[in-house]
């Protein structure tokens, strides 16, 4: 039996990934990466709890559609609707967070900000998950990740002075992110994967479009192709089917070998924030991408195994 406050993240199920695995790891890590770009483009006709009202509420309706007309299991009995509303409920603060810091900053800094991500996971999975520890090579990565992001707090100089508290707000969303995947970790081994991604989605979409009526001075401002375009990507390739992609992935091979790829999303997010939104090359942008990059490689290179 495993300690009630350990963990394994890859669990003793994980498998070895094969070729396609891997590659369709990296197709959803690039997804996932432009996703602050869309959010960006949509953010220009929408109120930033508008645009996370719809796009969740839409994709619960579409998982729910896809899991009933597939077969796959929706319904859950009370201890793991209980589970299941905390994980909203942190779904639902993580996101705010988001949202509101994105508003503020550029989708290159929050793109670079949330890939650190994995160097919370890494901290948190020391304390709170068994067999997890601390090695050189991690610790080296953790420094490095974090140096990048430091790096890129003092890039605000050549920008408008809010994108230092975007970065600060996205930052905090990230901290709770981080718990969010250790308590996700924990819960999913008695749940199927579209039971982890509807719940939240579904619970939290609602709570988004109240929350809109309050805090949102204009809910729409106007719509154009191009949001509506940003809107369906958000809802449809990465809340709906990429998510629950992942799910899956995280049940078959842990998350620990997942986190390998996240490199990716950083390369993905930044390059299309700078040629899709026109957001500025700075010194700082590019020393933190180079720094955030490396730091995931080498935190997240596997341990070769004696033969």
Known sequence: MRGETAVSLAGPEAHEMGLGASAYTVFLCTLFGANAVAIKISLVGLGVFTTAGIRFTVAAVVILTWALATGKPVLVNRRQFRQLLLLALIFFVQ??????GLSETTASHATL???????????????????EHFSIKKLTGLILGFGGMIILLGDTVHLEESVLHGDIIVFCAVLIWGGNAIYTKRIIKDLHPVQVTFYPVAIAGPLFLVTALFRDPEMIRFIDPSII???????FVTASFGLIG???LIKEYGATQLHSFIFIMPLSGVFLGIV???????????????LVTIG????NRPTRKPA
Do not use: D, K
């Open 229 to 235: 375009i940003a809107l369906a990507y958000q809802t």
């Open 276 to 290: 899709m939104l026109g957001e500025p090359v700075t010194v700082n942008l590019l020393g933190s991408i180079v």
């Open 246 to 248: 992942w799910m899956m």
């Open 296 to 299: 995931l490689v080498v935190a």
């Open 95 to 100: 996101l705010s967070l988001f949202y509101v």
């Open 113 to 131: 900000i949330t890939n650190i991500l994995p160097f919370i996971i890494l901290i948190l999975a020391h304390f709170f998950v068994e067999e």
